[in-house]
């Protein structure tokens, strides 16, 4: 089995927005996939018709788009193991319900909700099982031809698992190690419901993980009570040989680490726990998502990677790469993962650093448009350029850093800047500063470095923070001949001139 080729799946279904605890799952997915030259596949699990939830399966899409995930096969993507939508396989689980019945395995029953709702009243901790499935409305107990009669006559029903007691049930999990079970807990799971002539999602997510060739079954830790009636299914299918390793994923906690991150708790802290922008259809309402909040996909999946697992070194800044050569699923975490939102946004202002000013241009441009300014895009990058470095964790940030660049500033000899700055004879210093750089014809930052410079040690002035007033207004700003070549000489002159009369 070792020699397996590694296949592995993200399943999920489409009930609405992909919770950032679901991009985890795919992302270690994906490192173990990408780090075994395996496969992954994207299957939607959607037999529960009435959880269905319009777009959601497009924006699952468009979330890995955005992050770099990439599948190699599935819904959207195709591949040989289609269709990959559950709902467009019917035909496939009929035949694997009809296999269990013929074998004994499961048994049609005809109780309506109404009468398990009776027994449920009627007997506490009710479980549909091997001590009671005979006193229920079920094959077991109608024999063939009744039960061919009801359903000749149209009634309704399901077919569920008939969970023998007494067995013992060995879950292997390479997070968790072993877990055994009796069998006599579990109780005999609905599989197939004749309304939707659909399967449920324990039936039909091990007949695909077993037509898929699914090698291993990575995902999140809330679906760890299904597993040993899934090894059940694999047994009773005689599918054992070729049953995929498990491994369930810690949980997601909240930033304090008291209970499962919640919607909530980012709506409380101010964080998004979706990774796109989510417009709700029935409600219209709107949930902010990572990408729309700024940050860059780099720093949420280097961010995703480190909840519930780490290199064993210092390292925190990973690219995927090195995320795909050092990612060690055995090594995950069995507790819960702390969601440390600040560290998130450290991240952001990690990879901002690290990102191609003119990668990060367009959306310092969009702030600039929403701002009333329209620049050329050379100058927009040049001002993030040179900017970036002043701790942002966010490109938005950089809106009132920067907006000087732009727009002339007013002069108010209030500012307490221009009050520690400009003192007596700073005017006049800067009408020698500015017949300086009026004689310059070349207005690049060495030459005028080396005019100005030489003009100080001569003179012995001090004129950086006053021009600094000049040029910004106030105490901000990057290095006074980068500012000033930026704006130019005409411009620089402008504001030098503007402030001297505003400032005397
Ligand atoms: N359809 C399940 C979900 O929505 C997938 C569970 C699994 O991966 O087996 O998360």
């Not at 529960?48 to 699952?60: H, Q």
């Not at 479980?127 to 006559?153: C, F, K, P, W």
């Amino acid at each position: 089995m070792s020699e397996r080729k590694v296949r592995v799946r993200f399943a999920p279904s489409p009930t609405g927005p992909l919770h950032i605890g679901g991009v985890r799952t795919a992302l270690y997915n994906y490192l173990f996939a990408r780090q075994h030259g395996g496969d992954m596949v994207f299957r939607i699990e959607d037999t529960d018709s009435n959880r269905f939830v319009p777009g959601a399966e497009d924006y699952i899409i468009e979330t890995f788009k955005w992050l770099g995930i990439k599948f190699d096969e599935g819904v959207s993507f195709g591949g040989d193991h289609g269709p990959y939508r559950q709902s467009e396989r019917r035909d496939i689980y009929r035949k694997y319900v009809k296999q269990l019945l013929d074998a004994g395995k499961a048994y049609i029953a005809f109780d309506t909700p109404e009468e398990l709702t009776a027994k449920r009243e009627a007997v506490q901790n009710f479980q549909y099982d091997a001590h009671t499935r005979m006193q229920m409305r079920n094959s077991l107990v109608l024999g063939a031809e009744e039960t061919q009669r009801l359903i000749d006559a149209g009634e309704q029903y399901v077919v569920r698992f008939k969970v023998e007691p007494g067995e013992e049930v060995h879950v292997k999990d390479i997070i968790r190690g072993d877990v055994r079970i009796m069998s006599d807990i579990l109780d005999d799971k609905v599989l197939y419901k004749s309304a939707d002539d659909l399967p449920t999602y324990h039936l039909a997510n091990i007949v695909d993980d077993h037509l898929m060739e699914i090698s291993h079954v990575i995902r999140g830790e809330e679906w760890l009570p299904s597993a040993p009636l899934h090894v059940l299914l694999y047994r009773a299918f005689g599918w054992e040989d070729t049953m995929p390793q498990f491994a369930h994923l810690p949980l997601l906690l909240k930033p304090d680490g008291k209970g499962k991150l919640s919607k909530r708790d980012g709506d409380r802290l101010g964080f998004p726990v979706f990774p796109l922008e989510w417009h709700d259809p029935k409600t219209g309402d709107v949930s902010s998502g990572y990408r729309e909040s700024g940050y860059l996909p780099e720093a949420v999946i280097n961010f995703l990677a480190l909840l519930g697992w780490n290199p064993g070194t210092d390292q925190e800044i990973l690219s995927m790469q090195e995320l795909i050569d050092q990612f060690d699923l055995s090594k995950c975490s069995k507790s819960g993962a702390k969601f440390d939102y600040i560290k998130g946004q450290w991240f952001n202002r990690e990879y901002i650093l690290k990102t191609d000013d003119a990668v990060l241009a367009p959306a310092f441009d969009q702030i600039l448009k929403a701002n009333g300014i329209d620049a050329p895009i050379e100058r927009v990058q040049a001002v993030v350029g040179m900017m970036k470095m002043k701790k942002i964790n966010f490109i938005k940030e950089l809106w009132p850093l920067c907006d000087f660049f732009f727009i002339a500033p007013t002069y108010s000899a209030d500012d307490k800047f221009t009050r520690k700055n400009w003192k007596e004879g700073a005017a006049a210093d800067m009408d020698a500063l500015y017949h300086l750089l009026e004689g310059l014809d070349d207005f690049s930052i060495e030459s005028q470095k080396a005019v100005v410079d030489a003009w100080a040690a001569e003179t012995g002035k001090k004129p950086w923070n006053p021009w600094r007033v000049c040029l910004v207004g106030t105490g901000k700003g990057p290095d006074m001949y980068e500012l000033a070549a930026f704006l130019g000489k005409e411009e620089t002159l402008r504001r030098m001139k503007a402030a001297i009369e505003a400032l005397h």
